[in-house]
């Protein structure tokens, strides 16, 4: 029988909303944090949020949130007796997560095992089969020979997914419909691959047409429990990753939802696995499921099984990492309504969804009824390219999907961030769209249907209406100071500001274009 052994302070080895996330919860159970932090992150809030704080270096990942030894001497420094890594950086890191160990020092998340074992997808879809979990058809072994994924293409019939065996978030992905474009694509996936991961194999498997992406959380303790707490539906992407996720999903029912559930267990549980874990699945236009792979940390989207639940993950990952049995059995887990979580990114959604940089100068956030914030956003900060362009996540919580469409459609009318360019209007207009309306969406249809999220008329011209109050204020201001002789080019920039009005006021004239 594991024996407990408290948790006295926890470093959270993160930034943003997740290290936010997790001290709230220690917080709440008496238990100090340690924040780390780069030089670009001094003033944020998680920073001040905790009880100490430790510098870990310059800006880039490299240099600070990725430097393990860093993470270690800071958590020896401070007395911290547990490391907790949010998402990203080093949390799926099992060398990471085995050196925790090592030093003593308890790893909240599941054993540098496990992680192994499911970090590789060519390692994780061996232990599917074993366990007898339905995975994909495609292949079990990487491969960097072109004339291997011929034949093995033409086995599994096109159209075949590309994928890189050590990839994540999206990268060393490609999509071949027939032979030429197989080469071509696993050439470009093995480069993606070695770049971002150092590791170029790739493999195939077979690609799903109109696939739907159902994950279910999964949470194990060392007493040899293991339950699932539902699926969430996270089929709105781009670029192969996700946007706006919704719990319950729109195509699972009862039944499907304890099968995909039993599953997940079942995988889970053939590796031992304890603590906080997501198994991923393609779900294809019949209905039938894959699991695609497991994510052996807390995933961005756990606030909507919280929300529905109404289960602390992280206390839970807390109690779990202490040596606790998991708080409730199988049957005692309920869920009550639907949870919708929006995405909100620095980037250009209607220009490919590139990443944007600025300083915040203008913040409102959403609140009232079934509304949850989850964001280290603050007027002043500096936003980059040196991490995740997410910048904050919207929940709600009501009684039914259609209410809780309703109420985000609410909530993201109450956003407002200046200074740096957001996909807030692409959000706004996928709330809106008849295909997530109706529930008849998939993981390509933002690619497939672009003109359905399209920025219509009616919004182009509120963002003339915003540029044409900013051209007045500045002709305003121009002319209170006008009267200063000792600023020459006043009055040429008074003149140009007013002209400049005068071409946006004739864009809302009957035929006028801006």
Same mark, same amino acid.
């Given at each position: 029988?594991?024996?407990?052994?408290?948790?006295?302070?926890?470093?959270?080895?993160?930034?943003?909303?997740?290290?936010?996330?997790?001290?709230?919860?220690?917080?709440?159970?008496?238990?100090?944090?340690?924040?780390?932090?780069?030089?670009?992150?001094?003033?944020?809030?998680?920073?001040?949020?905790?009880?100490?704080?430790?510098?870990?270096?310059?800006?880039?990942?490299?240099?600070?949130?990725?430097?393990?030894?860093?993470?270690? @001497?800071?958590?020896?420094?401070?007395?911290?007796?547990?490391?907790?890594?949010?998402?990203?950086?080093?949390?799926?890191?099992?060398?990471?997560?085995?050196?925790?160990?090592?030093?003593?020092?308890?790893?909240?998340?599941?054993?540098?095992?496990?992680?192994?074992?499911?970090?590789?997808?060519?390692?994780?879809?061996?232990?599917?089969?074993?366990?007898?979990?339905?995975?994909?058809?495609?292949?079990?072994?990487?491969?960097?020979?072109?004339?291997?994924?011929?034949?093995?293409?033409?086995?599994?019939?096109?159209?075949?997914?590309?994928?890189?065996?050590?990839?994540?978030?999206?990268?060393?992905?490609?999509?071949?419909?027939?032979?030429?474009?197989?080469?071509?694509?696993?050439?470009?996936?093995?480069?993606?691959?070695?770049?971002?991961?150092?590791?170029?194999?790739?493999?195939?498997?077979?690609?799903?047409?109109?696939?739907?992406?159902?994950?279910?959380?999964?949470?194990?303790?060392?007493?040899?429990?293991?339950?699932?707490?539902?699926?969430?539906?996270?089929?709105?992407?781009?670029?192969?990753?996700?946007?706006?996720?919704? /719990?319950?999903?729109?195509?699972?029912?009862?039944?499907?939802?304890?099968?995909?559930?039993?599953?997940?267990?079942?995988?889970?549980?053939?590796?031992?696995?304890?603590?906080?874990?997501?198994?991923?699945?393609?779900?294809?236009?019949?209905?039938?499921?894959?699991?695609?792979?497991?994510?052996?940390?807390?995933?961005?989207?756990?606030?909507?099984?919280?929300?529905?639940?109404?289960?602390?993950?992280? /206390?839970?990952?807390?109690?779990?990492?202490?040596?606790?049995?998991?708080?409730?059995?199988?049957?005692?887990?309920?869920?009550?309504?639907?949870?919708?979580?929006?995405?909100?990114?620095?980037?250009? @959604?209607?220009?490919?969804?590139?990443?944007?940089?600025?300083?915040?100068?203008?913040?409102?956030?959403?609140?009232?009824?079934?509304?949850?914030?989850?964001?280290?956003?603050?007027?002043?900060?500096?936003?980059?390219?040196?991490?995740?362009?997410?910048?904050?996540?919207?929940?709600?919580?009501?009684?039914? /999907?259609?209410?809780?469409?309703?109420?985000?459609?609410?909530?993201?009318?109450?956003?407002?961030?200046?200074?740096?360019?957001?996909?807030?209007?692409?959000?706004?207009?996928?709330?809106?769209?008849?295909?997530?309306?109706?529930?008849?969406?998939?993981? @390509?249809?933002?690619?497939?249907?672009?003109?359905?999220?399209?920025?219509?008329?009616?919004?182009?011209?509120?963002?003339?209406?915003?540029?044409?109050?900013?051209?007045?204020?500045?002709?305003?201001?121009?002319?209170?100071?006008?009267?200063?002789?000792?600023?020459?080019?006043?009055?040429?920039?008074?003149?140009?500001?007013?002209?400049?009005?005068?071409?946006?006021?004739?864009?809302?004239?009957?035929?006028?274009?801006?």
């Amino acid at each position: 029988m594991p024996s407990v052994r408290p948790i006295r302070k926890v470093l959270v080895a993160n930034r943003g909303e997740i290290a936010l996330r997790v001290m709230r919860t220690c917080r709440e159970m008496g238990i100090p944090t340690v924040a780390v932090f780069s030089d670009a992150d001094r003033s944020a809030i998680h920073v001040r949020a905790a009880q100490e704080a430790v510098r870990l270096g310059p800006a880039p990942s490299a240099q600070s949130y990725l430097c393990g030894d860093k993470i270690l @001497a800071a958590a020896k420094a401070t007395g911290a007796d547990a490391i907790h890594p949010g998402f990203g950086f080093l949390s799926e890191n099992a060398g990471f997560a085995r050196a925790v160990r090592d030093a003593g020092l308890i790893f909240i998340g599941p054993t540098a095992e496990s992680m192994e074992a499911m970090g590789d997808k060519i390692e994780a879809r061996r232990h599917m089969v074993a366990a007898g979990v339905p995975v994909v058809p495609g292949m079990t072994d990487p491969v960097s020979d072109p004339e291997v994924l011929k034949v093995e293409a033409a086995r599994i019939g096109y159209p075949v997914m590309i994928k890189a065996s050590a990839g994540g978030g999206g990268k060393g992905i490609r999509i071949a419909r027939d032979e030429p474009s197989l080469l071509t694509g696993a050439k470009r996936a093995a480069s993606e691959a070695q770049t971002a991961f150092g590791n170029p194999a790739v493999y195939i498997e077979k690609y799903l047409e109109e696939p739907r992406h159902v994950e279910v959380q999964v949470f194990g303790d060392e007493h040899g429990n293991v339950v699932h707490v539902g699926e969430r539906e996270c089929s709105v992407q781009r670029r192969h990753q996700k946007v706006v996720e919704e /719990r319950p999903s729109v195509i699972v029912d009862d039944a499907m939802r304890h099968a995909m559930g039993e599953a997940a267990v079942k995988a889970a549980r053939s590796i031992g696995y304890v603590n906080a874990g997501t198994l991923e699945f393609m779900v294809d236009k019949h209905r039938n499921f894959y699991v695609l792979e497991m994510n052996t940390r807390l995933q961005v989207e756990h606030p909507i099984t919280e929300l529905t639940s109404g289960i602390d993950l992280v /206390r839970w990952q807390l109690l779990v990492a202490m040596g606790h049995p998991l708080p409730m059995t199988q049957d005692e887990i309920v869920h009550e309504g639907h949870a919708i979580e929006c995405r909100l990114y620095a980037e250009d @959604a209607d220009h490919g969804f590139l990443p944007a940089t600025g300083r915040v100068t203008r913040l409102e956030m959403p609140a009232g009824p079934g509304v949850r914030v989850d964001s280290g956003l603050f007027t002043g900060m500096e936003v980059g390219l040196h991490y995740d362009p997410m910048l904050a996540k919207i929940s709600v919580h009501a009684p039914t /999907r259609e209410q809780a469409i309703e109420r985000m459609s609410r909530a993201l009318s109450e956003v407002t961030v200046t200074g740096v360019t957001t996909n807030l209007s692409f959000l706004r207009r996928v709330l809106q769209s008849e295909p997530f309306r109706s529930g008849r969406y998939d993981t @390509a249809t933002v690619e497939s249907r672009p003109e359905v999220f399209a920025p219509q008329m009616n919004e182009q011209r509120s963002r003339h209406v915003a540029v044409l109050a900013a051209t007045m204020a500045h002709v305003l201001r121009q002319r209170r100071g006008f009267g200063d002789r000792r600023d020459a080019g006043a009055g040429r920039r008074a003149s140009d500001a007013r002209a400049n009005a005068s071409r946006w006021v004739d864009a809302f004239r009957p035929g006028g274009a801006p």
